[in-house]
């Protein structure tokens, strides 16, 4: 995946409890919940150049 970037997400409250139990649930932190779903999505959808597909763990 390379570099990683910072930035601040405002989500709402039922979106963030679903993501926080569905992190629980996988063993990971929200973070990487939100990274995975995200990563998930990008290449679901063909965004994802070819060199990144295999940057993120798809453990499930």
Avoid: Y
């Amino acid at each position: 995946m390379g570099e990683k970037k910072s930035f601040a997400l405002r989500i709402d409250a039922e979106s963030m409890k679903a993501i926080e139990k569905w992190a629980a649930d996988e063993f990971r932190s929200v973070n990487g919940q939100i990274e995975w779903m995200l990563h998930r999505s990008l290449k679901e959808a063909g965004r994802l150049k070819k060199a990144d597909e295999g940057g993120t763990k798809d453990q499930k």
